[in-house]
């Protein structure tokens, strides 16, 4: 038995006879022991279940978000094939586990990596190819024990807010605009090491995706939001779709939420503020049906530093991106689009984050310093797994100011491209999934010249002997020497 994408739905489309471990008759399928396996031999006891524990039973499990369960030989069994293909496609929409960073150039290292190896992926063929042995049961690892379904990667958060419970109908229009604010209920100014946001709706989780849209279970697709003490003059503000009055100065902005996204974490240097007594504030809430009644709302938790907490950088703020001139041509593939920006001080990116829309098949970033050139990373996109990359602190890349960021989008609006509704159809810019939007979101922060020294020289301390440090254009230029006092003297001789 193995699952062909049909739309948005997996369906069964034909089973394969497998001696020894799978035995077919129409629908019905058996699944029966496998003896102890031959030396050398690729089985799911040795080989393969240790993979989805790490990199796949998160979602894949009996109360997991993913439609099947990967636990036992019993639930990976009949998807063998379907596992196979899924992790070999390479970092493009689809792949299995969702993470799209292309390893063949680029910086490598990022927390929370779930991806697979090369070694990994030829095993799963493997094991697949040769009809998926059991192997010998005492291989088998302890089974993972799962937190609730509803636990935070984050770990327990300090503070939970949740916004107001909305209605979508089944057939409703995509909506815009101002949702209600919501205080936070902190009496304290706090500092946060890390943020997540999960909607919480109605919808049973096993009942599938419902209508072929966007993260088909989910009616949020996005949220843009602050957290604000507010005024008078905001507390009697009615809600206006079309004003941004409630974002100001005294606005901390947080990273975007979108549907499938994953945490984010500042780091231990670079902690966000919220302050006490401030509200969740938002005027661009995105809103789209999923085919049923849905009742919903956002949770949003925040992991505080100690209180005696102080950030050595603050958060940078500049946009990289395009929302102007975004020009795609119906029917055709391989378009591009490009965003440039020049950074005004030495900057530390914490993560990667491409947002496109429905044609989006790639980003990468670029950093120009001078005549050097360096493609910091490129990863695949798919609109309905938005991900967010963040580097380890020894991988982050390390700017100097004056240096020239560079992000190019790969777009595909041709019929091979099934998030397209309707390939025909130009594509510009707009809020809307069939409209565009060409924007690197990551979060990144502002060093001043010592501390930017300072972090060149560590990062030459851990990279001993490089000749080029990837990410960091000036780690290698060091500064001339100090001049001694003999130096100094024989140079006034000479003149």
């Known amino acids: 038995m193995y699952l062909v994408k049909s739309g948005w739905q997996y369906v069964v489309a034909s089973a394969v006879v ?5 035995l077919s008759s129409g629908s019905s399928t058996v699944v029966t022991a496998q003896s102890a396996s031959p030396s050398g031999e690729v089985t799911f006891t040795k080989d ?3 993979i989805l524990q790490r990199s796949c039973q998160n979602c894949h499990r009996s109360d997991g978000v993913a439609p099947m369960s990967l636990v036992t030989y019993e639930d990976v069994r009949p998807y063998a094939r379907a596992i196979k293909q899924r992790t070999g496609i390479g970092p ?5 586990p969702p993470w799209y960073v292309e390893k063949n150039i680029g910086i490598q290292k990022f927390q929370n990596d779930p991806s697979l190896s ?3 992926i030829a095993k799963i063929a493997t094991w697949a190819d040769n009809g998926a042995p059991r192997g010998n049961p005492a291989d088998m690892p302890a089974p993972r024990v799962f937190a609730d379904r509803n636990a935070w990667a984050i770990g327990t958060p300090d503070l939970i807010v949740k916004t107001t419970e909305l209605e979508v109908k089944a057939n409703a229009p995509d909506w815009w605009g101002e949702i209600p604010r919501v205080t936070t209920g902190l009496t304290e100014d706090r500092y946060v090491t890390a943020l997540e946001v999960k909607e919480v709706n109605d919808v049973d989780s096993k009942a599938g995706s419902g209508r072929a849209t966007v993260g088909g279970r989910y009616v949020f697709h996005h949220m843009i939001w602050g957290t604000k003490v507010l005024t008078d003059a905001d507390k009697d503000r009615e809600p206006d779709p079309t004003s941004s009055a409630l974002f100001d100065e005294s606005t901390t902005f947080w990273p975007v939420h979108e549907v499938g996204r994953n945490a984010d974490f500042f780091g231990p240097d670079s902690a966000r503020l919220l302050r006490a007594n401030s509200s969740i504030v938002s005027d661009s809430v995105h809103l789209h049906s999923n085919g049923r009644d849905t009742k919903a709302h956002l949770e949003i938790g925040f992991k505080f530093a100690p209180k005696d907490y102080k950030p050595k950088y603050k958060t940078a703020l500049f946009g990289l991106g395009n929302g102007v001139d975004i020009d795609i041509e119906g029917n055709q593939a391989g378009q591009q689009l490009h965003a440039y920006t020049v950074l005004n001080d030495n900057i530390k990116i914490l993560s990667f984050e491409p947002h496109l829309h429905a044609p989006g098949m790639r980003m990468c970033l670029e950093a120009i310093w001078g005549y050097n050139i360096q493609t910091l990373n490129c990863v695949g996109y798919d609109h309905n ?3 967010g990359y963040d580097y380890t602190d020894d991988s982050a890349p ?12 790969y777009m595909d609006n041709s019929p091979s491209n099934r998030n397209v509704p309707d390939p025909r159809n130009w594509q510009g810019s707009g809020n809307r999934s069939v409209a565009n939007m060409f924007i690197d979101l990551g979060n990144r922060v502002v060093l001043t010249d010592d501390q930017f020294k300072e972090a060149m020289q560590k990062r030459r301390d851990e990279n001993p002997g490089r000749d080029v440090i990837l990410g960091c254009p000036l780690c290698m ?3 001339p020497a100090a001049k001694t006092s003999t130096q100094n003297q024989q140079q006034q001789q000479q003149q």
């Open 18 to 22: 497998v001696s020894g471990a799978i």
């Open 48 to 50: 393969i279940a240790p």
């Open 92 to 96: 493009h929409a689809g792949v299995m």
């Open 118 to 120: 090369d070694e990994e």
């Open 385 to 387: 797994w938005v991900r």
């Open 398 to 409: 390390l700017l100097p100011k004056g240096t020239i960021l560079h992000i190019i989008g």
């Open 477 to 479: 230029v060091s500064a």
